[in-house]
């Protein structure tokens, strides 16, 4: 666990204390990675699998893919969304630091291409430990996905309440053609996403552009976390691809296999 030192924004020096360039070639570093495995979360259409998830040409490469196989924990009974779906249709992967590689205050820096296709829904985000969702809270560098239709691209803060998995949300939602009518071959090429985190606020950016300024004097729990600042503890880091599911939408099978591929994570902390 990385304990970085809390120092401001305005300092301009930065240094380097771990990073993952994915120069290897086959299955990531597991001294850092986890994976999750089968139906996760948000009613999400993959069955999420180490499979799905490789090192190569100095990226780590995740694919999201068709299959048509039973699902293991089924179950015709239940009331588990996961459990009640008889087959797997789509596989992908999510990777996680957890218990590996997690850090306080400081710059996350992920270079990606990420696939825009419908129903895709690529993501880079951070969660803390020791108390349950949301109180635990949750920084999203990047989400993609459509709304209403349109595609955006979303820079989010989470935090909780006095009600069971119910979140507080500081949540930018940037239209997808932000970008691309400053440059129509976007979705080409490799971005930047950053977050610049102190004990005053967070920031997220992406390709040096400012999305969204979230203070911590602003995310206090409420009663179920004990009315604490979730972002005065340590994060690990996930990378997936989703599909589908409760933001997704609809899911175009013509566009399948889809790739998301991550140049490099880094971690940097502040120095004066």
Sequence with gaps: MLLLSCLPVSAQQWRLVWSDEFDSTGRPDPTTWNFEHGFVRNNEAQWYQEENAWQQDGLLVIEARRDNRPNPTYRADSRQWGQQRPTIDYTSACLTTMGKREFRYGRLEVS?????????W?????????????????????????????????????????????????SRRVPFSHFTSRDAHWAQSFHLWRMDWDAEAIRLYLDGELLNEVPLSTTINGSIGN????????????????LGGDNGGP??????????????????????
């Excluded at 969660?127 to 691209?153: A, F, N, Q, T």
């Excluded at 175009?252 to 004066?272: G, K, N, T």
Aim: proline share 8%.
């Design 112 to 120: 990606a291409r990420i696939p825009t296709a419908n129903g895709a």
């Design 122 to 170: 690529p993501a880079i985000w951070t969660l803390g430990k020791g108390m349950p969702w949301p109180s635990c809270g949750e920084i999203d560098l990047m989400e993609y996905y459509r709304i209403d239709g349109v595609p955006h691209i979303l820079a989010n803060v989470a935090w909780g309440n006095d009600r069971q998995f119910d979140a507080v949300w500081n």
């Design 227 to 242: 009315h604490a600042n979730p972002f005065d503890s340590p994060q690990y880091i996930l990378l997936n691809l989703a």
């Design 251 to 272: 899911i175009d099978d013509a566009a399948l296999p889809l790739r998301y591929e991550i140049d490099y994570v880094r971690i940097y902390e502040q120095v004066q």
